[in-house]
């Protein structure tokens, strides 16, 4: 569920494209495109001001589906100091200041729409913490990928002097038996020297 900008109702994606999403409104079920320039808020994104800090808009649309038995409200249609009245029955620390009549009136609004198309908040927080088991258990997964390649590498990282010790001696054998292999040099003989024979006189 979704809630766009400049809408009133409440949205539910019906399918994604490459320039955003095809939602339907659940106020008269007419479809339109969101774009990515659209402001888009899902309602665990939506929160409601308190004295004592913020209250999630499911946790809110819990109570008032507590307090009306699953029914919708008519609240909805009343003066703003009836509006006001029934939201602090609601949520009785509600920020009187920053919280606005036609805040709470759209929120009663969305909780009417969700109660016509048999959507209640127990199946939204159902949902949600369905969502939130997922995630959880995809980091998790994720978590434990990362480190089992972390001990890969480590490993691996052990085996390689072994390895590179294992290359130099091979190295210093094949350098050795060269060595020893080494032909002999070629002797050569040296040419015999020339000797002048010297002859005698009247021989």
């Known amino acids: 569920m979704i809630s766009v900008s400049g809408k009133g109702s409440l949205f539910k994606i019906v399918s994604r494209t490459n320039f955003g999403l095809i939602a339907e409104s ?3 079920g007419k479809r339109l ?27 809110v649309l819990l109570k008032i589906y507590e307090k009306e038995s699953g029914k919708e409200t008519s609240a909805v249609t009343g003066k703003d ?14 920020d009187q200041e920053r919280v606005y009549t036609s805040d709470i009136k759209k929120l009663l609004k969305w909780y009417n ?23 959880e258990e995809t980091k998790k997964a994720t978590k434990s990928k990362a480190k089992a ?5 480590s490993t691996e990282k052990e085996k390689k002097p072994a390895v ?3 290359k130099t001696d091979a190295a210093k054998k094949k350098t050795t038996a060269a060595k020893t ?19 005698k006189a009247g021989g």
Not at 40 to 47: E, F, K, M, N, P
Not at 115 to 132: F, M, R, S, V, Y
Not at 149 to 153: G, L, S, T, V
């Open 149 to 153: 390649k972390d001990e890969d590498a």
């Open 113 to 135: 729409q969700l109660i016509k198309n048999n959507i209640d908040p127990e199946q939204l927080k159902d949902k949600e913490e369905a969502e939130e088991t997922e995630q």
């Open 81 to 94: 100091d009836a509006v006001r009245k029934y939201f602090g029955e609601i949520l009785p620390d509600f």
């Open 26 to 28: 659940l106020e008269d």
């Open 33 to 59: 495109p969101v774009y990515q320039s659209n402001n888009v808020s899902t309602l665990t994104d939506i929160s409601i001001y308190t004295n004592e800090g913020d209250v999630s808009l499911k946790t």
């Open 164 to 166: 590179k010790k294992e």
């Open 181 to 199: 292999n080494k032909p002999a040099p070629k002797v050569t003989n040296a040419p015999a020297k020339k000797v002048q024979t010297v002859r």
